[in-house]
């Protein structure tokens, strides 16, 4: 079993020339600003500070590579969607990090992380069609459950899932490819306070890397 007791900041990424080619398996966690991204890492891999978390949206601009056992790596992409930025800065991370997905031949699967408050927004949809596109495996995570009510959470959770099963319609209509190795056991819940979904999504994210 990977342990992530193990684990550290092994790489900074400005640039795609800068990407690791060592072979190692990698899992990459992805959701627009301030979804709670690094504190989820944190809360997964046990180890408090490892992802830099801030109040401040769109502060994180590089991709950062987590050297787990030395095995591994968990990939935080930056945070996409912050509206405070300039245009060009937002189209910069935009090439970074449809760049990293489209040239990480080990990546094994991709973390989508929402904000259980709030629907899926155009951006949301556009990076899980994307990766529906391409079939890259991922599975989608409902953030800060608890931050709302016991049936507000199960109401957002089964409104996601049935809004991925139109898209996953929609895209066989048009006779896109299925991402068949996207998880099939709908959203998770996650609570980085509680651990609500921690073990769960770490069983995912393990037999991701193993596999």
Same mark, same amino acid.
């Given at each position: ?5 193990q684990?550290r900041?092994a790489?900074?990424?400005r640039?795609?020339r ?12 992805a959701g ?6 690094s504190s989820l890492?944190?809360?997964l891999?046990g180890?408090k *500070?490892?992802?830099?978390? +801030?109040?401040t ?13 030395d095995r ?5 992409l930056p ?6 930025v +300039? ?16 040239h990480?031949?080990m990546?094994?699967l991709v ?6 408050r ?17 079939a890259i495996?991922f599975?989608?995570?409902l ?5 709302v009510?016991?049936n507000v ?14 898209q996953? *319609?929609?895209?066989r ?7 068949t190795?996207a998880s ?6 996650? +609570? ?19 596999g």
């Amino acid at each position: 079993m990977m342990d992530f007791g193990q684990i550290r900041l092994a790489r900074v990424v400005r640039a795609l020339r800068d990407l690791p080619r060592d072979g190692r398996p990698q899992v990459c966690f992805a959701g627009r600003s301030n979804v709670g991204k690094s504190s989820l890492i944190n809360a997964l891999t046990g180890r408090k *500070g490892l992802a830099r978390t +801030s109040k401040t949206p769109g502060r994180t601009r590089e991709i950062h590579f987590f050297l787990a056992d030395d095995r591994a790596y968990l990939v935080d992409l930056p945070g996409y969607g912050y509206a405070k930025v +300039s245009q060009e800065e937002r189209r910069r991370w935009g090439r970074l990090i449809e760049g990293y997905l489209e040239h990480a031949d080990m990546l094994r699967l991709v973390v989508v992380i929402l904000d259980i408050r709030r629907d899926p927004n155009e951006d949301d949809w556009d990076l899980i069609g994307w990766l529906r596109m391409r079939a890259i495996p991922f599975v989608v995570v409902l953030a800060k459950s608890d931050k709302v009510s016991g049936n507000v959470r199960a109401v957002q959770q089964r409104r996601i899932m049935e809004a991925l099963a139109r898209q996953t *319609g929609a895209n066989r209509a048009a006779g896109a490819p299925t991402n068949t190795r996207a998880s099939s056991i709908g959203p998770i819940r996650f +609570s980085a306070r509680t651990g609500e979904g921690k073990n769960e999504l770490l069983r995912i994210v393990l037999d991701a890397l193993a596999g």
